[in-house]
């Protein structure tokens, strides 16, 4: 969905077009601003279908989420979600959502679901070496932010 809305928004731009927001599911590709005002996107609360968690102001950037409340069934009172441990095969545990800000929906898509795998301190370890790149993980039990969006 990443590459997807990333050649979108690079037809648009081919076309002339400078202001637009192109998104499929949990990827959205924004190009340029809007009206002279930054796009305004929201995160999800993951424990709250109805409540935003944090809003941003973006320009010209792609915005990715991988979360475990949209794909997930119940069976025997456990939850099970779509993002799988490689080794096992097992649904991750502990991440509730990685959103990761960058210039291209390509890497963010496929960024975001990376950490959400490799945990919050591998995850914001590899963000760290690639500039240009943001994220925001929630665990379970805590909030975790790369360092250029870190509130203090």
């Not at 545990?93 to 960024?111: C, F, K």
Request: glycine share 10%; aromatic share 8%.
């Amino acid at each position: 969905k990443g590459y997807a809305v990333e050649r979108v928004i690079e037809m648009l731009a081919d076309a002339g077009i400078r202001h637009a927001l192109a998104t499929a599911g949990g990827d959205t590709r924004l190009l340029g601003d809007r009206r002279d005002k930054p796009w305004i996107v929201g995160i999800r609360d993951p424990n709250d279908k109805d409540a935003v968690f944090t809003r941003l102001a973006l320009n010209d950037e792609a915005i990715s989420t991988s979360g475990d409340y949209e794909r997930y069934f119940i069976e025997d009172g456990k939850r099970y979600h779509h993002i799988l441990r490689p080794v096992d095969g097992k649904p991750v545990e502990g991440v509730r959502s990685v959103t990761v800000i960058g210039p291209d929906a390509t890497m963010t898509d496929g960024l975001s679901t990376s950490i959400f795998v490799m945990g919050p301190e591998a995850g914001l370890a590899m963000i760290a070496k690639l500039p240009d790149y943001e994220a925001v993980v929630i665990t379970d039990e805590q909030l975790f932010y790369s360092e250029g969006l870190n509130p203090g």
